[in-house]
């Protein structure tokens, strides 16, 4: 095949260079891409900004999601321990007043469990798991002291206040468990929250036993028998 140079097709080109158009095959092409146009600016754009905010409402969902679940997994220390504590005051301002004394039993509970992980996986941070469950037991003296004057009039926190001495029982067994694996300044500490965790036994109980008992039957010692 011959090949022609340069120069040739140039020459060649240049004869198209005087071609027009039909005009009115440019106005009918002009009139249907403007149409195009404007149908997929007004349809297109609004779907890609809808599937645009879909995307981040899920990613948002998914990464709050995320953060909740590994900040409820977190132990004292970690960087997402304060996110798990903030989760957990919403509970408790959300909680009736007959409920707050056993939740924050419950987290105390929960503090302790948490003073047992550090202490296998990271016992640096022992120390702050230990504050972190005198704190706890200090909220459950607080709230004891004001539910001590509602259980007489409110027989649900009566019946809460009652529960609660097996439940702080065992939170000082577990607390046994932990202390011959600490260090001695550590095992004090222990021993203190211990002997607070008694301290709440015996108030809890000393206020269950001034409640007055619910009469049993219509007899009395006041009434006489007919026979």
Do not use: C
Not at 107 to 117: D, F, G, W
Not at 209 to 218: D, F, H, K, L, M
């Amino acid at each position: 095949m011959k090949v022609e140079s340069l120069e040739k097709i140039e020459e060649r080109l240049l004869k198209f260079k005087g071609l027009q158009p039909n005009p009115a095959w440019k106005s009918g092409l002009r009139t249907i891409i403007s149409s195009r146009f404007e149908k997929e600016d007004y349809i297109y754009p609004r779907f890609h900004w809808s599937f645009r905010l879909s995307l981040v409402g899920s990613f948002v969902l998914t990464l709050l999601l995320t953060t909740a679940y590994f900040s409820a997994q977190s132990l004292p220390g970690d960087s997402l321990y304060h996110m798990k504590r903030s989760y957990e005051d919403l509970a408790l301002r959300s909680s009736d007043s007959q409920g707050k004394v056993q939740l924050e039993q419950n987290l105390t509970s929960k503090r302790i469990e948490e003073l047992k992980k550090t202490v296998v996986v990271k016992n640096t941070a022992v120390g702050a798991a230990l504050t972190e469950v005198k704190k706890s037991v200090s909220k459950v003296s607080t709230e004891l002291a004001s539910a001590k004057s509602k259980s007489k009039d409110d027989p649900e926190i009566a019946s809460a206040l009652k529960k609660l001495p097996s439940s702080l029982t065992q939170n000082q067994k577990d607390l046994t468990t932990i202390q011959a694996s600490l260090r001695p300044e550590d095992q004090k500490e222990v021993v203190s929250i211990i002997n607070s965790l008694e301290q709440l036994k015996v108030e809890i109980r000393q206020t269950i036993s001034q409640e007055p008992e619910t009469p049993q039957g219509n007899n009395s010692p006041d009434t006489l028998n007919p026979n």
